[in-house]
């Protein structure tokens, strides 16, 4: 593809995915998750991550458990050094419409420029392959923290800091990886703190 070999931002890549040309091989119009991911090549980890992080900022319930899930395959995939992205099967061959994609991209676009008119590669030894595989014990502790027994809010702040470190990794930008770090303590803590409320709270109700 024509973006390949060049450093795009995340909204470039996803544009020159998804549009229609002959001169280019492109997506086919019903493409698999997988076809997305293999075409993003080594920015895959980055972006899928950024994808399900963001459904954790929704208040619905059951939704963090199934994102932590996924989040915590990539992540161990991350550190053991993966180069590229594989998804579970059931994942992986779900086909989606082009155009649909292509209507999500454009509706997410302004967003998108505005998050990264902040961000550049700088600090680039936290992107560094050593790098990825510490940040993917961080996001490993934060997929188990999503899975936690949390209603409504509770996959929000571990959210924010798989979407925080996805666009760091994307963009390759050390200052985000280190705001998503720092936002991943934060969120452990939290998690814990309210998890043990939960418990103590049921505990005194059974008792």
């Known amino acids: 593809m024509s973006w390949q070999g060049r450093f795009l931002r995340i909204h470039e890549i996803l544009a020159e995915l998804l549009q229609h040309r002959s001169d280019a091989p492109g997506l086919g119009e019903q493409p698999s998750v997988e076809d997305i991911v293999s075409a993003l090549g080594p920015r895959s980890f980055g972006i899928v991550l950024?994808?399900?992080?963001?459904?954790?900022?929704?208040?619905?319930?059951?939704?963090?458990?199934?994102?932590?899930?996924?989040?915590?395959?990539?992540a161990f995939q991350m550190v053991i050094g993966k180069d590229h992205l594989?998804?579970?099967?059931?994942?992986?061959?779900?086909?989606?419409?082009?155009?649909?994609?292509?209507?999500?991209?454009?509706?997410?676009?302004?967003?998108?420029?505005?998050?990264?008119?902040?961000?550049?590669?700088?600090l680039l030894s936290l992107t560094t392959p050593t790098s990825s595989r510490a940040i993917g014990g961080v996001l490993l502790v934060l997929a188990i923290a999503?899975?936690?027994?949390?209603?409504?809010?509770?996959?929000?702040?571990?959210?924010?800091?798989?979407?925080?470190?996805?666009?760091g990794l994307a963009e390759r930008d050390g200052l985000f990886i280190l705001f998503g770090a720092a936002t991943s303590v934060a969120a452990v803590l939290l998690t814990i703190a309210v998890t043990l409320a939960i418990l103590k709270t049921l505990t005194f109700l059974i008792v």
């Open 50 to 74: 950024v994808l399900f992080g963001l459904p954790n900022l929704l208040p619905v319930p059951g939704l963090p458990i199934l994102c932590g899930f996924i989040i915590g395959i990539i």
């Open 86 to 122: 594989l998804l579970p099967r059931w994942v992986g061959r779900r086909r989606l419409k082009r155009d649909d994609l292509a209507r999500v991209v454009v509706r997410a676009t302004p967003t998108l420029r505005t998050v990264e008119s902040a961000m550049r590669p700088r």
């Open 146 to 167: 999503l899975m936690a027994p949390i209603p409504f809010f509770g996959g929000i702040a571990p959210g924010l800091a798989v979407i925080l470190l996805g666009l």
